[in-house]
């Protein structure tokens, strides 16, 4: 059967008519400006590599800049390590291994609750720099990055003088050099995600941050040595892909924990095939949303809002395929859409920001290039009118409707604020149609009947499945995903297992 155009507007229409006391169109509440101060934060011009304990100039002597999305201005200068550079890293690591995993558990603990406890009392400064250099909204770095960092922090190390208890009746020891690998999305919970539980469990580390974020790596190196860890136990290599995939090949790493694309997860795992490195990888997502007609249909928005527009929709686990049941279809579009309309879009240090800048102009030009091939397929795309800052990279909060399960926009990660939206009319075709992707890294749940949610849960093929709430993160609870998703787990006794010889 063809779509009906005019289906949709008829439901906006309805919801207008059901809900007088809502101004529709822009500007419910007016907001003044409310940016956030950044006279306190201190940034170096130029940082080198974290090393043995210190900044160090790189042996490549390249360097390169890292700036603001928002006003593409640059804020500083950042070394791009070379091979000798991740040479001297590992190194460094591996003397350091010799001391740090023979220290008591408990001794181990202290510093990184030391750790944890300093996060928290820069958690101001972090969270602005967090935006800075990534454009995220200071509301988000603010209430959720850097708590959840401090929060990973403060769990393993309670872990790290109970190890025998996570593993009863087994011997646990240490790896040895964990390489470490993150993205730009959330630049330092990544870095906290992989560094509390290998140091828990007594492993040194080298950690290679994303090259456009790289600044609160380097204000978490300064708080490294304000904890007075030992020299060597954690070492940060700036730079880009390339000086990933020499700590990649490096023969001194016993472990790599990678979290980024499927497509370079994919390289990681042919370049470690029959070596005895460990390897966990944490790769891209396509989340299926799935909304229920019985499910409360206010709550939904905001879960579907929460899903794609949080972080700018740069997030792996971001529900950007909505799967609605078709009798509640043009009800919840037309909520939906009027909910988008109220999300404020700009620049991410405003603490009323709901919608930040994009990480790069190269991210901005991937989710341009895909929405314009969602519009070439046939798709219908829904973008509210909303003024964007005249510099730095910005992207509308965006939907398409009438979406096939073939269309790009469907298949692929945009990593972007766009959400595509598809029905279904039988939990079975939901089901069908969220597990119908090589990806299988989250999804959502929203029912009002307990009994559909463990009935879908278990048909699921994807490593965390929220219901009726959405993006929920915690420390105890293992994250992961199936298929091309990746595999190992981070958060809980299941990530602390990945940096553990359990024997
Ligand atoms: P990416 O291009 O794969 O980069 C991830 C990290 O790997 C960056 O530090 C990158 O350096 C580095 N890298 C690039 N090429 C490499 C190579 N050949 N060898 C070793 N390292 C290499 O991914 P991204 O675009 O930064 O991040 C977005 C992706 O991460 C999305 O697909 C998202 O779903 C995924 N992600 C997954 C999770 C999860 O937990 N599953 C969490 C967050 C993000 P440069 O930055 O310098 O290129
Ligand atoms: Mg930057």
């Given amino acids: 059967m063809a779509p009906n155009p005019m289906k949709f507007v008829d439901g906006v229409a309805r919801v207008k008519a059901e809900r007088p006391a809502l101004e529709f169109g822009t500007g419910v509440f007016e907001y003044a400006p409310a940016p956030e101060a950044t006279d306190h934060v201190r940034l170096e011009p130029r940082y080198g590599l974290f090393v043995d304990g210190g900044f160090v100039a790189p042996k490549s002597e390249r360097w390169f800049d890292t700036v603001n999305p928002a006003t593409e201005e640059k804020l500083a200068e950042v070394a791009d390590a070379g091979e000798a550079d991740v040479d001297a890293a590992v190194k460094a690591a591996r003397a350091a291994f010799r001391t740090w995993s023979k220290l008591a558990g408990a001794e181990r603990g202290k510093y990184v609750y030391r750790i944890a406890r300093l996060i928290q009392e820069k958690a101001r400064?972090?969270?602005?720099?967090?935006?800075?250099?990534?454009?995220?909204?200071?509301?988000?770095?603010?209430?959720?990055?850097?708590?959840?960092?401090?929060?990973?922090?403060?769990?393993?190390?309670?872990?790290?003088?109970?190890?025998?208890?996570?593993?009863?009746?087994?011997?646990?020891?240490?790896?040895?050099?964990?390489?470490?690998?993150?993205?730009?999305?959330?630049?330092?919970?990544?870095?906290?995600?992989?560094?509390a539980p290998a140091l828990a469990a007594g492993n040194t580390v080298v950690l290679k941050p994303a090259e456009t974020t790289p600044l609160t790596a380097m204000k978490l190196a300064e708080i490294l040595r304000e904890a007075e860890l030992p020299p060597g136990v954690v070492n940060i290599v700036t730079g880009a892909g390339e000086t990933g995939a020499h700590l990649v090949n490096h023969p001194g790493v016993a472990k790599i924990a990678f979290t980024g694309s499927t497509e370079v997860g994919k390289l990681i795992q042919r370049a470690l095939a029959g070596t005895e490195k460990r390897l966990t990888l944490e790769l891209g997502g396509k989340a299926a949303n799935i909304v229920f007609a019985d499910a409360a249909l206010d709550q939904a928005v905001e879960g579907i809002v929460n899903g794609i527009y949080f972080n700018q929709g740069h997030v792996c686990c971001a529900g950007s395929r909505l799967l609605v049941e078709e009798s509640i279809e043009e009800d919840l579009l037309a909520r939906l859409d009027w909910r988008i309309r109220q999300l404020r879009v700009g620049d991410p240090l405003d603490k009323n920001t709901d919608v930040g800048a994009i990480n790069s102009r190269a991210q901005l030009e991937k989710i341009r290039e895909l929405t314009r091939c969602g519009v070439e397929e046939g798709a219908h795309l829904h973008q509210p009118e909303c003024a964007l800052p005249a510099r730095g990279f910005f992207f509308p909060p965006t939907y398409f409707t009438h979406v096939a399960q073939s269309h790009r926009i469907a298949r692929e990660e945009i990593f972007g604020p766009v959400l595509a939206v598809m029905s279904f009319r039988t939990p079975d075709e939901a089901v069908e149609k969220a597990n119908n992707l090589a990806y299988g890294l989250s999804a959502g749940v929203w029912t009002d009947k307990g009994a559909k949610i463990f009935a879908m849960t278990k048909r699921l093929r994807a490593g965390v499945v929220w219901a009726n709430t959405f993006n929920k993160f915690d420390p105890t609870s293992p994250f992961g995903g199936y298929k091309e998703s990746g595999f190992g787990r981070e958060g809980g006794v299941h990530g602390l297992e990945a940096y553990v010889e359990v024997s």
């Fill in 125 to 195: 400064e972090l969270a602005i720099v967090e935006t800075m250099d990534g454009g995220k909204p200071i509301k988000e770095a603010r209430d959720v990055d850097v708590p959840l960092a401090a929060a990973h922090f403060f769990y393993h190390a309670g872990w790290a003088d109970k190890l025998p208890w996570a593993f009863p009746g087994r011997s646990v020891a240490p790896l040895g050099v964990c390489g470490q690998i993150i993205p730009w999305n959330f630049p330092l919970l990544m870095a906290a995600w992989k560094l």
